[in-house]
């Protein structure tokens, strides 16, 4: 693997951002371009959470403007069990320690938090005023949200979201309170960072009883100042400049699918391993490069990047008419079934042309010999119609012939497909050559697939239980039997199994430390949650408790509930926890698991009670314990039990 660094370049006029929560005075705002050292795409997709590891880039001292920082900020999601989250972020407000407050958002965004649990989006660049910040106020809108659910066969099913009281849920603000240690400082000309963690796993409870499923909403969202370089970061914008002699790529960037707009500039490198996608045409390296430079100003552009202590280099680079807004109907999902050439599409999300966006349960796409297939770090020539089967994230290109809820079609015979990579979850049943007993393929259980076709002959079928995949050169010394792992790669073509499955990366989940998930649940709060509470360690009560862990994304061992677990801290002791009141509208940040003890042991000593406990982390089962950095508490007022 090669290694590229490139100096900080920053361009773009100063202007302070001076807004209340309602009313924006857009401003200009600054961009930071940096080059970094590629890190291993394994990092970039096990990240499944915002906590943890990682820390700032070590950003060289700029010739800012006197009393103006630059700041920006990545907006992140640990995974839920949802198809799409979709809400609308409409204030971002940095409050310092004085009282004075800056808002940070130029515009009203609307999120599909779903789409963030691989990755952080740059939401926002801006200038503005030096000084320390010790909270954030986030304003969320669920007036117009789009909430949708599994039910129990895999289903999809749009939920009706309440509050608390069980009433339908509008705009609300959300604060977050730094520690000390923490805050966010704004100096001049030295760039900051700010990473929002909206955590819809301790954030919601679903109930599938109810018809249709009630989503709860409890917001936690957590805040770090810094970017996780454990993480893939994506910035999106148009063409603003392409540098062939210093290798980088300067955007304007347009966060989410804002198309209007000029939200600074974003400078970013790349080198001889970037994949590029450009028109529909894969490319790889400087290659890439070359033709970007090319391209006319304005053209839309989505880069994925890493981050190291040098800065940001792309790994991923989609331009022009491979970007899903540029001139098509573009549908998002997951091959069910695949009948002759016509491909049953679930969990779709279909973009319009016009940039209007739904979710659609299922989409019929027609394939033809015209339909041009791609996949990034793939041969295109190798490539057609026939690649695409069953269990494959796919991005379609063509004109939607139907837009009703059910039976919806659309037209790919002389459009493109880009596959995309999927995440199977599964525990090994044979180790060489691998196969396994599939759990989840891109979150679907494998009831929801019809795998038929996909053999060489119809006794070769995929079958899930036994579900073959060529694992090439990767090296699986330590996996065995019985493992849990976690798959990336591509399914291999419609009728040419077995193998079903082409990996790039195998990750043993037991090492994992993002994986478990853990959710704990008093339905009467409780002042007793815990048998010892120390420093370096708590040990759970579980008694009068109702808990779910799950070990990436399936839950540990159904037939024997947990007895005893204990909570403990990553090397170092640090991490991100969130302590909020219910109904208080303001969380309490933590970056030492030491000082979350100690607020956990004053709240409780204050009357508080235990409502429930999220967490992440790697899960040990024989001295069970959950090695956590990431944990939210959830506490309640006596009086709000009691009446």
């Not at 790529?249 to 347009?254: G, Q, Y």
């Amino acid at each position: 693997m090669s290694v590229h660094t490139s100096p900080i370049r920053i361009s773009a006029e100063t202007s302070i951002v001076r807004l209340t929560k309602r009313r924006r005075d857009l401003g200009n705002f600054w961009s930071l371009c940096v080059g970094i050292v590629l890190v291993s795409i394994v990092l970039a997709v096990q990240g499944c959470g915002g906590g943890g590891g990682g820390g700032q880039a070590d950003i060289a001292p700029l010739a800012l403007a006197d009393e103006e920082g630059l700041l920006f900020v990545g907006i992140t999601d640990a995974e839920g069990d949802f198809l799409t989250y979709k809400v609308s972020v409409l204030s971002l407000l940095l409050e310092k320690t004085n009282g004075d407050t800056v808002e940070t958002l130029p515009l009203a965004t609307e999120i599909d938090f779903t789409e963030l649990t691989e990755v952080t989006e740059f939401l926002t660049i801006a200038t503005v005023p030096a000084g320390s910040y010790s909270s954030v106020t986030v304003t969320l809108d669920y007036t117009d949200s789009e909430i949708v659910v599994q039910d129990e066969d895999g289903n999809p099913q749009f939920a009706d979201v309440v509050d608390s009281d069980g009433n339908p849920i509008g705009e609300f603000d959300v604060r977050l309170q730094l520690t000390t240690s923490d805050v966010i400082r704004i100096a001049p000309g030295i760039p900051a960072a700010f990473s929002l963690d909206f955590d819809l796993d301790a954030s919601n409870t679903i109930d599938l009883t109810t018809a249709p499923p009630t989503v709860t909403v409890e917001p936690f969202l957590l805040a770090m100042p810094e970017l996780d370089r454990d993480r893939a970061h994506r910035v999106r914008g148009v063409l603003a400049d392409v540098n062939e002699v210093e290798q980088e790529i300067t955007l304007k960037v347009r966060p989410f699918r804002h198309r209007n707009g000029d939200f600074g500039r974003f400078t970013f490198s790349v080198d001889d391993d970037t994949q590029f996608e450009i028109d529909g045409v894969g490319y790889t390296g400087f290659e890439g490069l070359t033709v970007m430079a090319g391209l006319p100003e304005n053209t839309p552009v989505i880069a994925g990047v890493l981050v190291t202590d040098a800065g940001f280099i792309a790994h991923t680079v989609l331009a022009g008419s491979s970007v899903p807004w540029i001139d098509a109907d573009v549908v998002k999902g997951v091959v069910a079934a695949r009948v002759d050439d016509t491909l049953t599409v679930r969990g779709a999300r279909i973009e319009f042309a016009n940039g209007t966006t739904a979710f659609r349960g299922t989409f019929r796409v027609l394939l033809g010999e015209m339909t041009i297939v791609t996949a990034l770090g793939v041969d295109n020539a190798d490539l057609d119609k026939d690649s695409i089967s069953v269990g494959q994230r796919v991005v379609v290109f063509g004109e939607v012939l139907d837009d009703t809820t059910t039976g919806a079609t659309v037209d790919a015979t002389e459009g493109r497909v880009r596959m995309q990579m999927n995440h199977l979850v599964a525990s090994v049943a044979q180790v060489q050559p691998l196969a396994v007993d599939m759990f989840f393929l891109n979150g679907r259980r494998p009831d929801v697939y019809d795998f038929s076709g996909t053999g060489v002959t119809p006794d070769n079928d995929a079958d899930p239980s036994f579900y073959e995949i060529d694992t090439a050169s990767l090296g699986l010394a330590n996996i065995a039997v019985g493992d849990l792992v976690r798959v990336l790669g591509l399914v291999n073509g419609f009728g040419l199994a077995p193998p079903d499955y082409l990996a790039r990366t195998v990750i043993d989940v037991n090492t994992d430390d993002r994986a478990a998930a853990l959710r704990v649940h008093w339905p009467e709060p409780t002042a007793d949650p815990f048998i010892a509470i120390e420093p370096a360690r708590i040990d759970l009560d579980l008694s009068e408790s109702r808990e779910v862990l799950k070990i990436g994304g399936v839950p540990f061992d159904l037939t024997n509930p947990l007895e005893n677990l204990a909570l403990v801290p990553p090397d170092g002791g640090r991490g991100l926890y969130a302590v909020k009141i219910a109904g208080g509208g303001e969380i309490h940040l933590f970056r030492h698991f030491a000082d979350l003890v100690d607020e956990l042991v004053r709240q409780l000593d204050d009357g508080m009670l235990l409502h429930r406990i999220g967490a992440h982390g790697s899960y040990n089962n024989n001295l069970e314990e959950l090695t956590s950095g990431r944990a939210s508490f959830e506490f309640r007022m006596p009086t709000a039990v009691q009446g």
